[in-house]
């Protein structure tokens, strides 16, 4: 077994690493945001194929939840996005508070 601790081989993370990923995220929701709204725009104007009450509940059901899942994955890398943004504006000024500092 090593007893080496597993933040030894890490790297500080950098300002940019971080805009660079919050880029590739925004890129990844502007692609599911336009998905999204491509899936639910077929989903209202495609007629419900059955009469029958139980065929209608289910399908309605699948509607519901194809796009409630493409919503939450939208908003799932919005939110990673921002987060990375604001994770690397954190490290900047607490780079830039450090060299005040000394």
């Given at each position: 077994m090593s007893d080496s601790s597993p933040t030894s081989d890490r790297k500080p993370v950098t300002p940019l690493q971080c805009l660079?990923?919050?880029s590739i995220a925004a890129g990844f929701a502007t692609l599911l945001y336009?998905?999204?709204?491509?899936i639910?725009?077929?989903l209202?104007?495609?007629p419900l194929p059955s009469t029958t009450a139980a065929s209608l509940r289910i399908a309605i059901a699948v509607r519901t939840l194809?796009?409630?899942?493409?919503?939450?994955?939208?908003a799932v890398f919005a939110i990673a996005a921002?987060?990375?943004?604001?994770?690397g504006?954190?490290?900047?000024?607490?780079?830039?508070?450090?060299?005040n500092c000394l």
């Open positions: 660079i990923g919050s336009l998905l999204t709204t491509s639910t725009g077929t209202a104007h495609t194809v796009a409630g899942l493409a919503t939450l994955a939208t921002i987060g990375l943004i604001a994770l504006i954190q490290i900047a000024l607490s780079k830039k508070e450090q060299n």
